[in-house]
């Protein structure tokens, strides 16, 4: 171990096994570089597929999810139309009583008495004895869980269950309407000033185990309808979805392949366009190109049959998968069209990266298995993201008359570009963590320098200013103290009566002025002053 160890450093000094060391490593790294692009660059273009050609074609993704659920009902939100309807559906009471007359007329023949279910009274063979619902179709129809899980039949086949029908006098069935048997009984009577129960002389234990029995027939159907509603329909919306999802990345992988297989053909082909001698040349070889393209998809048929099953088997399981979970997070909110689609594509991406994790291909290292996994999530949202952005910036410029022939080109081309640019952005970053982490690092550590030296800066700046704002409020006091003295002055000079009067006139006008009296209002000779005394 050690005798190899020396070998290997004494290899390593030597300058021309060091170099091709050196060049055979720098190789290496960028073989791992160029596939890592590759792999990049189809992940990208994928993304974009997806979203921008293939998902506007087969996604179909709705406000609330595939299948109404009974909290997305309640709040007016229906996946399809015959639900709806079925569901807001006004209540007709013919639809619930008309075999009414035939039921009492056969009951009238087959039985030689009678009974009033509620008070054990024998009834009257004629119009006074009428077939009462226990619980009542209004109350039936106006069950949200009937009408969303139920058709009109199947509520109307649950009310006139055997359970639900009883025979009574008609003046206690027009008293007790589409009220609850119950809150009927125990309901003051206005008339009699007593309970209903007591007024028509319901036998209340006999009444009470009627409505239990009741109660429990109509609840009994009304789950088994739930669960089969959404059996059914979780079924069925689960492999459209699927199939949806699946047809999407099949059809992905099928042109990703041949335009890939394309352009690598394409591309030498014309760059030798203007080197043909003639039109002739240009249409063999152009058909050489066909052919070559054809010869390549055979050669990878067998692996590109492989990578569809493979394709679309994930896309049918992330599908089936995004539209359980978006039942799911239906029962208690109300999904919006786009998270359903950003939940979709998570799910995929989601499915990719941990079979990848499973999978862990040999050739990956451990950091270049989570940089793969960390693009397929990253790709897989900014894409999502990127088309849900890109059809509102669909519908805003079709509110700019110019661009609506072009709004939907346009919105896709900016959609595209951006797409592409922010997950270049990310995958250069995941690429290039540490470097970028470093670079991050530099730039706060010269920041934090550059605030350093700032402040230090700001406060020399601040001391110069202060000291001048000093400077000049002693100037500007300086200034005031000797207008004042002077005034003083002159004020003492005009009141000196020991002057002489031309004198002491003098300082009286050099006073006036000195206050700012205008000219016109001072007296500026003897003469005048004389004047303004004599008027």
Not at 102 to 113: A, D, G, I, P, W
Request: proline share 1%.
């Amino acid at each position: 171990m050690i005798s190899a160890e020396l070998d290997r450093n004494s290899l390593l000094q030597n300058e021309a096994f060091r170099d091709l060391f050196q060049s055979k490593k720098k190789c290496v790294e960028q073989e791992e570089s160029d596939s890592f692009i590759k792999e990049c660059r189809r992940e990208i273009g994928m993304s974009i597929l997806q979203t921008f050609g293939l998902g506007m074609t087969y996604d179909q993704f709705k406000k609330g999810g595939n299948l109404t659920t009974l909290h997305n009902a309640e709040n007016g939100v229906f996946a399809d139309q015959a639900i709806q309807e079925q569901y807001q559906a006004e209540y007709e009471r013919k639809n619930y009583e008309e075999d009414f007359p035939k039921m009492r007329k056969n009951l009238f023949q087959k039985q030689e008495k009678i009974y009033d279910a509620y008070t054990g009274k024998e009834l009257h063979k004629d119009g006074r004895t009428h077939v009462d619902h226990v619980v009542s179709a209004k109350e039936i129809h106006s069950n949200a869980r009937a009408r969303l899980y139920m058709s009109v039949e199947e509520r109307k086949e649950m009310a006139m269950n055997n359970d639900n029908l009883v025979m009574t006098d008609s003046r206690l069935n027009q008293s007790k309407g589409a009220k609850k048997l119950n809150e009927w009984m125990h309901t003051l009577n206005k008339k009699t000033g007593v309970d209903n129960a007591t007024t028509y002389g319901v036998d209340k234990q006999k009444a009470k185990e009627i409505g239990e029995k009741a109660n429990k027939t109509i609840n009994k159907n009304i789950n088994n309808n739930e669960r089969e509603y959404y059996l059914k329909g979780v079924t069925s919306s689960s492999v459209k979805q699927g199939a949806a999802m699946a047809k999407q990345r099949i059809i992905g992988v099928l042109i990703m392949e041949g335009s890939e297989i394309m352009f690598a053909e394409l591309t030498p082909f014309i760059n030798k366009w203007t080197k043909f001698e003639n039109m002739k040349q240009r249409i063999n070889e152009f058909n050489n190109v066909i052919h070559r393209v054809a010869t390549k998809i055979k050669a990878r048929a067998a692996t590109l049959t492989k990578k569809l099953m493979h394709e679309g088997g994930m896309g049918f399981m992330s599908g089936i998968i995004a539209n359980i979970i978006t039942i799911l997070i239906n029962t208690f909110a109300t999904t919006a069209k786009a998270f359903a689609k950003i939940l979709n594509d998570g799910v995929h991406a989601i499915i990719r990266a941990v079979k990848l994790l499973i999978k862990k291909p040999t050739e990956l290292s451990k950091s270049e298995l989570m940089k793969q996994v960390s693009i397929i999530l990253s790709t897989a949202i900014v894409a999502s993201i990127g088309g849900i952005l890109t059809e509102q910036l669909r519908l805003y410029l079709l509110t700019i008359p110019i661009l609506i022939p072009i709004a939907g080109f346009l919105s896709k081309t900016i959609g595209a570009i951006l797409i592409t640019f922010v997950s270049t952005a990310i995958i250069y970053t995941i690429n290039n963590f540490g470097e970028v982490m470093a670079e991050i690092k530099n730039a706060f550590d010269d920041f934090k320098y550059s605030l350093q030296r700032n402040s230090s800066e700001i406060k020399a700046k601040y001391d110069t200013t202060v000291a001048r704002i000093d400077e000049m409020y002693r100037l500007i006091l300086n200034s005031i103290y000797n207008e004042y003295a002077e005034l003083n002055r002159l004020a003492d000079l005009v009141y000196d009566v020991n002057q002489f009067g031309k004198k002491q006139f003098k300082h009286s006008s050099n006073y006036a002025n000195k206050l700012g009296v205008p000219s016109e209002h001072r007296l500026s000779s003897l003469t005048e002053i004389d004047t303004f005394f004599t008027k």
